[in-house]
């Protein structure tokens, strides 16, 4: 506050005063109707942009596997699996999982709650879109999708406003009848939740059982001997940016005898009161009568704590001491006091004491510099885990769990919450948690089972073979993994690029690398050059739940980078040396919140210089060594806070033309310029969109006064889409939305080449606009993961897309640049790559090897669909081939053998024996509707 001039910290402390409930009620959720429009107007981008066929590579990585929901398997082969990946789409392997390809990609969504195999015609699965772990990335879906030929077509059934779907149950004899638990909605209340069933199917669909707006069903299964009887689980939770609530009396279990028809509780001896949380079911086969439920009980114990008497101080003797007790005590204990305990290096028992006694705050501030003081006097704990079993089909219950199940849960048992038994043995079953535990006397006793091959933690998913339940697949946050010995070691099956990215950043070497943090699964480094399952795997070079990474541009071993809500280091690569770096509050100031992602940003004019985002911007001029604060909290400081970090930095930009140009975002809708390095801040958002989350700030490199923006409205359910420029700092914008479909975006930016160009990502998928956001058109070749991060590299202009689910993609935008003035009329030929001549073009090594037959490729942009002649010359003139083919508007292709034809003076083509040409120049000449372009070619000579 000290560089504020007064007026403007008048001006800051009136805009500051913004009730919890005006940040709040800023949006509404999207309806069903909005949703099908939205899936319209994408597969209207999809089958109509131009960029339909440009090339995107998938460069992984595939080290770290990537979240699954669920697993379905062909009981009568089991080489034959479904995996859904919780927003990466469905994938299917025929060989066991050696090989997957992905069959869901270019949906409506492909965030996936579960699967409903048919085992009863195996070709029929249906697909729940939407993922039931109610998670900060847990994407909402678009309804429940069917296909009928494993995985070749599908059509859409309907229930879009469902969002998030738990359970697909198919009938065992009969595929027309299906049933859909609907958790609905995740941040707002929704009447769309509940049990569907459909008896057609899914032509039409019955709501069955409905608890409340807030109450959805998160599991269902159904008896193996008798297809009428079904039980569901209700759960009650309410989730919110600041706050998440995952338990209430309206959670229960219910039961139907009549094919899921009608529906009664099922209760007699479960839990019922507010502290029932998530539940997960799971029946019996070889005993259908015995019913295993897994509970989430959130409520709270306490029990004071043991204070250790040796003589030191402790935070709790400050709570109640006067100033005048404290500044008698002895100067080398309170020392001691502070070293011991981690406050700020700065502060020593003289400094303390002489802010004391000045008056700038008491001795309680040092009690609850940390956190709460009275509260660190209790441990706190949640019940956690609890297993009850049902010897009557559910008609009473019994907790059976012998020992407390810590360590399973902790405190976020609604990310879990599923249970399975072995279906030959009902006393055997198996609990997911962080660890995945297993039981062989009915939910007694358990022990862990993840220990043996390298197993990610935080388990998802699992299937038990019926024929053979020593044979297991399981899914977590790290992918696939299969044994053989029930569970005693584990192969990991990771050959999926499914890597949920929130970030993605590059390096200045030559190849360049990539980096990234990923959900659960660290920060990770790649070659921009890599193939998955092909050339070198990438490096984890930090843990946790990875965020911002930034590579020095000068030195890429020093990188910055850290894990969830504001933990981060330096990490020196090359001696692995690591350096914290997350700022510190002042005693007597309020604690610092930090974003999930915290923003960690490097100066585009000196890497020396870091920024590092809480409610309030820190900058640092040494690398991090040091800390100033350089504005106020920028952010409506909602209060009371809930308990997620909210009113929190989300984005921090610097302009890259001019020093001390600085952009702030926040998650409470607030957006800042300092136009001098943080003396003085504007807020800037009045006229945007209010109450949604700032996604991404992009200051230009073009115009100094010009900035982008992405607001996003997840968070409320609103799947809007909402991105913005402005060419005077802020003070006006103007919407650049144009046709985009609408969802949630997620991220702008702006071509460093060319002005015009900007790329954006939203929730289902990668845009480009040639025109500065009027038109926009789909990266088809990317999948429609929800596109959280973009980057162009600066030296070899390939932009580089991190997805929320599918890794990362890259793609050389220079054939952009060329076009991007003939969008709408021009045709532009890419010169290919130069080849080598052989002698053995046409040949086979063996006679059990296919021949060398070479292809060269020749890309080419037209402006009008028709047909295309292409024409190849030596460079003496001399026809060569000549062929047609036809065209799309847009990118297209097109292929030549490298074979030369025979023609006479007219050149008509004659009959004769096609050759490979020789070494030599040549000119490929392209004419079409929209004009015509030749550009070179040579194929050098062999070794």
């Not at 073979?465 to 697949?473: F, V």
């Not at 050059?529 to 020095?552: E, H, L």
Request: hydrophobic share 30%.
């Amino acid at each position: 506050m000290k560089n504020l001039n007064p007026p403007f910290s008048i001006l800051f402390a009136l805009c500051c005063v913004v009730s919890a409930s005006l940040v709040r009620a800023q949006s509404q959720p999207s309806s069903a109707e909005d949703i099908k429009r939205t899936i319209a107007n994408w597969k209207a981008h999809q089958e109509q942009s131009i960029l339909k066929n440009y090339p995107a590579r998938s460069i992984g990585p595939v080290v770290q596997g990537g979240r699954i929901s669920d697993i379905e398997v062909n009981a009568n082969d089991v080489k034959e699996f479904y995996v859904a990946y919780a927003s990466g789409g469905v994938f299917k392997t025929v060989n066991n999982g050696n090989t997957f390809t992905p069959i869901f990609d270019h949906q409506g969504a492909i965030g996936v709650g579960d699967l409903g195999l048919s085992q009863s015609n195996v070709n029929i699965l249906y697909v729940g879109t939407g993922e039931k772990n109610s998670s900060r990335s847990s994407y909402a879906g678009s309804g429940v999708y069917k296909t009928t030929d494993g995985g070749t077509t599908w059509s859409h059934l309907g229930l879009e406003n469902t969002q998030h779907i738990s359970r697909v149950v198919v009938h065992p004899t009969n595929p027309d009848i299906v049933w859909v638990a609907s958790l609905g909605a995740l941040y707002t209340h929704n009447d769309d939740r509940g049990v569907y069933k459909s008896t057609d199917g899914g032509a039409t669909w019955n709501k069955t059982l409905f608890v409340s707006d807030s109450t959805g069903i998160v599991d269902l299964v159904i008896d193996p001997s008798n297809p009428d009887r079904l039980w569901a689980a209700s759960w009650e939770r309410t989730r919110k940016a600041w706050n998440f609530k995952g338990n209430g009396a309206e959670s229960a279990i219910y039961k139907s005898e009549d094919g899921g028809n009608t529906w009664q509780k099922s209760t007699s001896g479960f839990a019922s009161d507010n502290f029932v949380g998530r539940i997960g079911l799971s029946v019996s086969q070889s005993q259908p009568n015995v019913l295993y439920a897994l509970l989430d009980n959130q409520e709270e114990t306490k029990e004071e704590r043991e204070q250790e008497d040796d003589g030191k101080f402790k935070r709790q003797d400050f709570l109640d001491m006067t100033s005048q007790t404290f500044l008698a005590l002895d100067n080398k204990k309170l020392g001691d006091f502070l070293k011991d305990n981690g406050y700020p290096q700065k502060y020593n028992s003289k400094m303390v004491k002489d802010e004391i006694r000045a008056g700038k705050y008491q001795p309680e501030a040092l009690a609850n510099y940390f956190g709460d003081a009275n509260a660190a006097l209790f441990n706190t704990t949640i019940t956690g885990a609890q297993v009850y079993r049902s010897n009557d089909s559910g008609q009473t219950w019994e907790n059976v769990t012998e020992h407390k199940l810590d360590g399973v849960y902790f405190t976020y048992g609604y990310y879990f919450g599923e249970i399975r038994v072995d279906p030959q043995d009902e006393d055997k079953i198996y609990i997911f948690g962080v660890p995945l535990l297993k039981s062989v006397d009915g939910g007694k006793n358990f022990h862990r089972l993840d220990t043996l091959g390298n197993v990610h933690v935080d388990h998802q998913a699992l299937w038990i073979n019926p024929s053979d339940p020593k044979h297991i697949l399981l899914g977590n946050d790290g992918g696939l993994y299969q044994s053989y010995d029930e569970g005693a070691t584990w192969l990991h099956i990771n050959n999926v690029s499914a890597g949920q990215f929130y970030t993605v950043n590059v390096d200045m070497e030559k190849p360049y690398n990539v980096y990234g943090g990923l959900q659960d699964n660290g920060v990770l480094k790649g070659s921009s050059r890599s193939i998955p399952n092909r050339t070198k795997k990438w490096d984890r070079i930090f843990g946790g739940d990875g965020m911002y990474v930034a590579p020095d541009p000068r030195n890429s071993d020093i990188v910055y980078t850290g894990f969830q809500f504001g933990n981060y280091w330096r990490l020196n690569l090359e001696t692995g040396q690591r350096k914290r770096i997350t700022p510190r509050h002042d005693i007597g100031d309020d604690r610092l919140r930090f974003n999930w992602c915290t923003p960690v940003v490097l100066s585009p004019h000196n890497a020396d210089i870091v920024y590092f985002g809480s409610q309030r911007l820190y900058r640092s001029m040494d690398q991090g060594e040091t800390w100033s604060a350089i504005s106020p909290d920028l952010t409506t400081n909602l209060s009371p806070q809930g308990n997620v970090p909210f009113s929190t930095i989300t984005v921090v930009a610097e302009s890259p033309l001019k020093f001390g140009l600085i952009y702030v975002g926040t998650d409470d809708g607030n957006l800042h310029v300092s136009h001098n390095a943080g003396g003085s801040w504007e807020l800037v958002s009045n006229s945007l969109p209010q109450g949604r989350w700032v996604s991404k700030v992009f200051a230009s490199p073009h115009s100094e006064g010009t900035v982008f923006v992405s607001l996003n409205g997840y968070r409320n359910d609103e799947f809007k889409t909402h991105i913005y420029r402005s060419d005077d700092y802020g003070k006006t914008w103007t919407d650049i939305k144009g046709d985009l479909p609408e969802s949630v975006a997620n991220v702008v930016i702006q071509d460093p080449k060319d002005p015009n160009m900007l790329y954006s990502g939203l929730d289902i998928g990668s845009f480009v606009s040639f025109n500065g956001g009027q038109n926009w058109h789909l990266l088809n070749q990317i999948p429609n993961a929800a596109s959280y991060d973009m980057i162009v590299h600066p030296r070899e202009l390939e932009l580089v897309v991190g997805t929320h689910g599918r890794s990362i993609y890259v793609l050389d935008v220079k054939p952009l640049h060329e076009i991007a003035s003939k969008v709408n009329s021009g045709l532009v030929a890419f010169a290919p790559a130069s080849i080598r001549h052989s002698s053995n073009w046409g040949k086979s090594r063996f006679g059990y090897l296919k021949p060398n037959e070479p292809k060269v490729e020749v890309m080419y942009y037209s402006s009008a669909p028709g047909s295309i002649e292409m024409e190849v010359k030596t460079d003496k003139g001399d026809l060569v081939t000549k062929f047609t083919t036809s065209s799309m508007k847009g990118f297209n292709q097109v292929k030549w053998d490298l074979k030369s034809s025979q023609y006479d003076k007219r050149g008509r083509e004659v009959n004769g024996e096609k050759k490979y040409v020789q070494a030599g120049k040549y000119k490929i000449t392209l004419k079409g509707a929209a004009g015509s372009h030749t550009v070179d070619f040579e194929i050098k000579k062999g070794r």
